[in-house]
C-alpha cells in the first residue's frame, strides 16, 4: 500500500469540517485587490498583422515577442473572460524548466532529442526570468529549485540514479532532507536548484498584460471567439460581437475547444485541485525548519506539489495541490468540476499526515480548474490555413515555463522559416489522439487505476501500463 492511501480513515471528519468551514472558492492567486479591471469587448470588426486567441500565459508571451519581433506589427489579442483567469492565473506557481513532463517522461517519448530538449529548456527558463526582470514585471519570481521527495524506501534509488545522471542536482539522505524540511514521510530528496523557479502565477499574467500593453498590443478581453475562415489574402476569425481580419493567426486556448475541430481529440480537460492554509504563526513555521525557498513535490503517480509564499501581510502560508486528477464524462470543462468537496478533504488529511506538527492548521481557499492533457505529457504544434495559422497546447501542468517557448515556436512556424524548434521532433510529431466517449472515459479511468497499482506496487508498471508505454499513450515523470 503507498503511503497515502487510506489516510483519510485515520482523521476525524469534525477536524476536516473545521479546516474547510471558511474557505473560498476563489483561486488564492486571483483573490487579490490588486487584480486589473477588465479590458472592453470587442465590438463590431478590427484588423492586425497578427491576432493571438487566448490570454493566458500562451497568448501573453506569443502577443509580446511577436512585438518585441517586430515592434511595427500590429498585434491584437482576444481572451474570451479576463487574462490569467484560468490555468495560468490558479496553478501552483512552479515555473520549471522542463519542455517534456521530466526528463523520464522526455526520454520515453523523445530519446534522441531529450538531452537537447533539456539545454533548450534550461535556456528558455533564464530568458524567461530575463524577461520579468527586464519588464519590471513584480510576479515573486525567484530561482529557489524544486525539491523532489522520495516517500517510499524504493523511490530512494530512483533519486541516487538522476543524481548520478545529472551531477548538478543535490542528492539529500534522510537526515539531510529533514534538516531541509522537517516531515516524518520525507526519505530522500534530490534538489534542483537550476531548473525551476517559484512565482505568483497571477502576478505573472497580470505583468504580461500590462507590457503587452505598453508595447501597443490591442487586448479585447470578454471577446469570445466563434469561428475561423479564410481567404485568398486574410484569416477572419469572428467573435460574439465582432470580427477580426489577420494576416496570421496563433491559436492559443489551450484546454479549451480550439477553432481547428480536428485538434479536438488530441486533449481532454483533466481537472487539479489544491487548498491554501491560513497563515502560520511564526512558532508554526518555526516547526517546518523550511528556510529555502524551494517548491516540492514527491514522485508517485498521483503525487503532491507543494510550496510556501508570503501574503500581502508578509505572513508564510502554504499550498498543498495535486494527488487526485479528475476526468469527467464527456470530456467537456464545466465550472461545477472546479469544485470537488471530497478532493479537497483528502487534500486536507494529507497535508496533516505530511506535517503532523500542523494538525488542525485551517485553510482559507480550496478550488481547481481543468489543465489541457495529451497523451504524451507535454505540447504539440500545428499550422492550417497554408500556416497562417499556428496552434500549440497540451502542457498537461506543466506550462508555466514551457509556454514562453512554444509561443517562440507559433511565432517560428508563423513566419514560414526553418529554425532550430520548427526542425525539432516536438513540435513535428503529434501525440496519440485520445479514442471519443464512452472509450475515452473508461481508459482513462483505467489508466488512473493502474498508475495508483503501481504506487502500490513500488513503482512496477503492470500490463496495462506497459502496453499504454508500448504505443506512446504512456505517462513517466
Not at 502565477?201 to 475562415?229: M, Q, S, Y
Not at 479564410?230 to 476569425?237: A, G, L, R, S
Not at 492550417?384 to 517557448?405: D, E
Request: charge should be negative; glycine fraction near 8%.
Amino acid at each position: 500500500m503507498s503511503i497515502y492511501e487510506n489516510v483519510a480513515e485515520a482523521y476525524d471528519d469534525v477536524l476536516i469540517d473545521a479546516a474547510l468551514r471558511a474557505v473560498s472558492h476563489v483561486p488564492y492567486w486571483l483573490d487579490d485587490p490588486d487584480r486589473p479591471a477588465a479590458l472592453p469587448a470587442l465590438e463590431g470588426s478590427t484588423e492586425a498583422d497578427l491576432l493571438v486567441v487566448g490570454g493566458g500565459y500562451s497568448g501573453l508571451w506569443t502577443a509580446l515577442m511577436a512585438k518585441e519581433r517586430d515592434p511595427e506589427r500590429s498585434v491584437v489579442l482576444i481572451e474570451s473572460h479576463r487574462v490569467g483567469w484560468a490555468a495560468s492565473g490558479r496553478n501552483g506557481g512552479f515555473c520549471e524548466a522542463s519542455l517534456v513532463h521530466g526528463d523520464s517522461n522526455g526520454r520515453q517519448h523523445l530519446p534522441e532529442e531529450n538531452d537537447l530538449l533539456r539545454e533548450l529548456g534550461l535556456e528558455n527558463l533564464r530568458e524567461l526570468a530575463d524577461a520579468v526582470e527586464r519588464y519590471g514585471i513584480d510576479c515573486e519570481f525567484t530561482f529557489s529549485g524544486v525539491l523532489k521527495l522520495a516517500t517510499e524506501d524504493h523511490q530512494v534509488q530512483w533519486l541516487r540514479d538522476e543524481a548520478k545522471r545529472y551531477p548538478e542536482l543535490e542528492f539529500l539522505d534522510r537526515q539531510e532532507v529533514q534538516a531541509s524540511v522537517k516531515s516524518p514521510v520525507y526519505r530522500a530528496g534530490l534538489w534542483d536548484k537550476e531548473g525551476t523557479a517559484m512565482i505568483n502565477p497571477a502576478k505573472l499574467a497580470w505583468g504580461l498584460r500590462r507590457v503587452c500593453l505598453e508595447k501597443g498590443v490591442r487586448i479585447f478581453e470578454n471577446t469570445h471567439a466563434t469561428g475561423i475562415d479564410d481567404t485568398p489574402d486574410t484569416i477572419m476569425v469572428s467573435t460574439t460581437a465582432g470580427s477580426v481580419k489577420a494576416q496570421r493567426v496563433a491559436l492559443a486556448t489551450n484546454v479549451f475547444p480550439s477553432l481547428l475541430k480536428r485538434h479536438r481529440l488530441h486533449t481532454i480537460p483533466v481537472y487539479d485541485y489544491a487548498i491554501m492554509t491560513e497563515p502560520l504563526t511564526d512558532e508554526q513555521f518555526a516547526t517546518l525548519g523550511w528556510e529555502d525557498k524551494q517548491g516540492l513535490a514527491d514522485l508517485n503517480n498521483r503525487f503532491h506539489y507543494y510550496r510556501k509564499t508570503r501574503d500581502a501581510n508578509g505572513a508564510v502560508r502554504i499550498l498543498f495541490g495535486g494527488y487526485d486528477a479528475e476526468y469527467y464524462f464527456g470530456g467537456k470543462v464545466k465550472p461545477e468540476y472546479d469544485q470537488n468537496h471530497e478532493t479537497f478533504r483528502k487534500l486536507v488529511t494529507h497535508f496533516y499526515f505530511t506535517f503532523p506538527q500542523l494538525e488542525g492548521l485551517k485553510f482559507t481557499h480550496a478550488w481547481g480548474g481543468a489543465i489541457d492533457s495529451c497523451s504524451r505529457f507535454f505540447a504539440f504544434f500545428d499550422t492550417s490555413h497554408n500556416g497562417r495559422v499556428a496552434y500549440t497546447a497540451g502542457f498537461t501542468g506543466l506550462g508555466v515555463g514551457a509556454t514562453r517557448f512554444a509561443a517562440n515556436v507559433m511565432l517560428d512556424l508563423l513566419s514560414g522559416e526553418k529554425t532550430q524548434r520548427t526542425e525539432l521532433q516536438m513540435v513535428k510529431k503529434k501525440p496519440i489522439p485520445f479514442p471519443p466517449e464512452p472509450v475515452a472515459f473508461v481508459g482513462v479511468k483505467m489508466m488512473t487505476g493502474e498508475l495508483a497499482r503501481a504506487d502500490r506496487n513500488q513503482g512496477k508498471r503492470g500490463l496495462f501500463l506497459k502496453t499504454m508505454d508500448a504505443l506512446g499513450m504512456g505517462f513517466d515523470s
